[in-house]
T-cell receptor, first 116, second 115 residues
Framework: GENVEQHPSTLSVQEGDSAVIKCTYS??????FPWYKQELGKGPQLIID?????GEKKDQRIAVTLNKTAKHFSLHITETQPEDSAVYFC???????????????FGSGTRLSIRP | NAGVTQTPKFQVLKTGQSMTLQCAQD?????MSWYRQDPGMGLRLIHY???????DQGEVPNGYNVSRSTTEDFPLRLLSAAPSQTSVYFC??????????????FGPGTRLLVL
């Protein structure tokens, strides 16, 4: 089955610098790759997603890149701010069908800390 | 519009006790699911439902039961709690399974401690 590995497990960056979190997946049939942000005491919240027919997607300071050949995808946060401090999860799934409903697999998470 | 609500927020159980974690949504989403979150292991799917009357097992279903009698509610039952079930439990909903309906919306979580 699908396996998603996420690195690093913790990341500390200076405010204003960029942060990069990387994930690899094992199942080439995966076609949907969401990223979630989880703040302390709250549930995960989707911040950006990408589908396998797209190589890059950007939303203000957040961008995600996908390399289907290498089976890895990355989250990039530029101009980091204190409110970016949270745990970030990547995930991979074969979306779009009943059989895919149980196949969304999450990475183990990255705790991002922004130093003032 | 409350989105996804979960009750209780925190619960302490003794080994062998039973309880039900409640999840409700007001978004008319077809798909609902339960995850557990343990340190260093991300989120693991316990059970899911693609509609009222339909449920199926996820990655870690043992020790848990679910039912889906209405679109809005998806309770998770622990019949005989064990310390290994100490975790944070999240309910999530999704509009459907078609492309562009895959965004999951998570509830605030229930923190469960089994002694």
């Amino acid at each position: 089955g699908e396996n998603v590995e996420q690195h690093p497990s913790t990341l500390s960056v200076q405010e204003g610098d960029s942060a990069v979190i990387k994930c690899t997946y094992s199942d080439s049939a995966s076609n949907y790759f969401p990223w979630y942000k989880q703040e302390l005491g709250k549930g995960p919240q989707l911040i950006i997603d990408i589908r396998s027919n797209v190589g890059e997607k950007k939303d203000q300071r957040i961008a995600v890149t996908l390399n289907k050949t290498a089976k890895h995808f990355s989250l990039h946060i530029t101009e980091t701010q204190p409110e970016d401090s949270a745990v970030y999860f990547c995930a991979a799934s074969m979306g779009g069908s009943y059989s895919s409903a149980s196949k969304i697999i999450f990475g183990s998470g990255t705790r991002l800390s922004i130093r003032p | 519009n409350a989105g996804v609500t979960q009750t209780p927020k925190f619960q302490v159980l003794k080994t062998g006790q039973s309880m039900t974690l409640q999840c409700a949504q007001d978004m008319n989403h077809e798909y609902m699911s339960w995850y557990r979150q343990d340190p260093g292991m991300g989120l693991r799917l316990i059970h899911y439902s693609v509609g009222a009357g339909i449920t199926d097992q996820g990655e870690v279903p043992n020790g848990y039961n679910v039912s889906r009698s209405t679109t809005e509610d998806f309770p998770l039952r622990l019949l005989s709690a064990a310390p290994s079930q100490t975790s944070v439990y999240f309910c999530a909903t999704q509009k459907g399974l078609a492309v562009l309906q895959e965004t999951q919306y998570f509830g605030p979580g229930t923190r469960l401690l089994v002694l």
